[in-house]
């Protein structure tokens, strides 16, 4: 089967009418196809960038606020459940790399209803974030110029990622190589920088040394509920990595470079996480980080560089805008597979014939962030509804998360013995890799029920999942999908 190819009409298809549940044979030959253009280091960089955002450079004051030190111990936990979830999700995208990835294994996998909901969970996650991000390049901008209007620089970040996602996958991947690149740039410059101050035992006007994960308190200072609380955060962070299985479709080379991404990417994520982490608690004791500005420019500022501050600005500007590009991408492609699948409007299963982006889909999207954004600008608080924003989409992403493990699962199930034998990527510690982390991303949910401040991400959660299941099975019911006529016009070509 060839991903990139789009289904045609086999003669034994059901003639009933097309709806919004069924796809449209009869359309889908000119509806034009995805180009594989995407290499390895744009695939690298773009779980990377998806993955290194805000979360670390301003989220990390919050995990080292609720765990202490041992929100080292939560980063590797949190790494852990990741990784086999991307082994999971690799292991189904190398074997059957298809448009939609997860939302498709999903469907496939665990029923209509499973693949819907998400597919449109993740959209809605990528959605909110990109709102939070363009809220956030608002506030950023107004560091060097506070009198210009906020609407001003939102358009010109909608410009730039709009454009390059439009252009070509290409371009995309070029634009979020280079957003990435600074990230990472920024985050390897500052764990050197604390390594040095703890080498040479620079003195930064506090206490400094590997002694302070454990002189203040110990090194689980808030116990248990500090590390379930620090969890929620951590995993957080994490989110957007799953993108590697969405750029299956349109890598040139996705027996490659899914497996190669998959296993660096989670590594070097929890390796560039963790380092950043201990530097920071061993050059400042945990309790000094208040949250009131970020670890990254506390470090700087304890050495006395002014600039700190701008040149964090920098950086985590470059950090929106890359969270915006890749979740963009990754939200339009996810839709357009799921269109396909129909299981999202019909229109957003079109291609462009030239460059091999679906525009409707691009186009649709930032329409609403256009419209989400005005709503939030609009807004005097907007710095605080950000911090709200961003934390609904904790829910979405662990909901995404356990999807996936499920249906591998399932998968593993249901496959054939030969297919698994000759299966190129198979995960590791299999099954007690996927149950361990199925396990404790229902211990996160638990958590949320049970800590009153993570209350409003849960309930916007389930409200969006019951309200998303309405319209599901008032479609279904209207015209329910055929499972298995959608595969057949799936695997022709």
Not at 22 to 50: N, V, Y
Not at 194 to 207: P, W
């Amino acid at each position: 089967m060839s991903p990139s190819t789009e289904p045609a009409h086999s003669a034994g298809s059901n003639s009933r009418t097309p709806s919004a549940a069924t796809p449209a044979p009869s359309t889908d030959a000119h509806r034009g196809q995805l180009k594989k253009a995407l290499r390895h280091r744009h695939i690298h960089f773009i779980a990377l960038g998806s993955a290194i955002g805000t979360g670390l450079f301003y989220g990390s004051a919050g995990t080292i606020g609720a765990a202490g030190p041992g929100v080292i111990f939560v980063y590797l936990l949190g790494g852990a459940i990741v990784y086999f979830m991307l082994r999971a999700l690799g292991e189904m995208s190398v074997a059957h790399p298809v448009p939609g990835s997860f939302a498709e294994y999903c469907r496939r996998y665990l029923g209509g209803w499973a693949g819907y909901i998400t597919g449109w969970m993740y959209a809605f996650e990528m959605i909110i974030v990109c709102l939070a991000d363009l809220t956030a390049v608002a506030l950023y901008m107004k560091f060097w110029f506070p009198e210009t209007a906020s609407w001003v620089w939102v358009s010109v970040a909608l410009l730039i990622v709009g454009a390059a996602n439009l252009a070509s996958a290409r371009w995309f991947g070029e634009l979020e190589f280079w957003f990435t690149s600074i990230k990472v740039a920024a985050v390897v410059a500052m764990i050197i920088g604390g390594a040095l101050i703890l080498v040479f035992n620079v003195n930064t006007g506090g206490t400094v040394g590997i002694s302070n994960l454990w002189n203040d308190g110990g090194f689980f200072p808030n116990g248990f509920s500090g590390v379930l609380a620090a969890l929620i955060l951590v995993l957080f962070a994490f989110g957007g990595t799953e993108i590697i299985g969405v750029t299956a479709s349109e890598a040139e080379d996705p027996e490659k470079t899914i497996p190669k991404a998959i296993n660096t990417v989670p590594m070097r994520i929890l390796l560039f996480y963790v380092l950043a982490i201990f530097v920071i608690v061993a050059v400042i004791p945990w309790a000094q980080i208040t949250g009131e500005e970020s670890p990254f420019v506390q470090i700087f500022s304890s050495l006395g560089i002014s600039w700190a501050a701008a040149l964090l600005n920098v950086v985590v500007l470059s950090a929106a805008l890359s969270a915006i590009n890749s979740d963009l991408y990754g939200a339009g492609r996810v839709i357009h597979g799921m269109a396909r699948q129909g299981l999202a409007p019909r229109l957003f299963a079109n291609v462009h014939p030239a460059n091999g982006v679906p525009t409707s889909t691009i186009g649709a999207l930032l329409v609403v962030l256009i419209i989400g954004v005005g709503l939030q600008l609009a807004n005097p608080t907007a710095a605080t509804l950000f911090e709200d924003i961003a934390a609904l989409a904790t829910f979405a992403t662990v909901f995404v998360w356990l999807m996936i493990l499920l249906a591998h699962i399932a998968y593993r199930k249901k496959a054939a013995k030969e297919e698994l034998r000759s299966n190129a990527f198979p995960v590791p510690l299999w099954p007690l890799g996927q149950y361990f982390s199925v396990f404790m991303i229902l211990v996160t949910f638990g958590t949320m029920f049970w800590m009153s401040e993570f209350h409003s991400a849960l309930i916007a959660g389930v409200v969006f999942t019951a309200l998303m299941t309405i319209v599901y099975f008032f479609i279904s019911k209207r015209s329910p999908l055929d499972a298995e006529k959608t595969d057949q016009l799936q695997h022709s070509s």
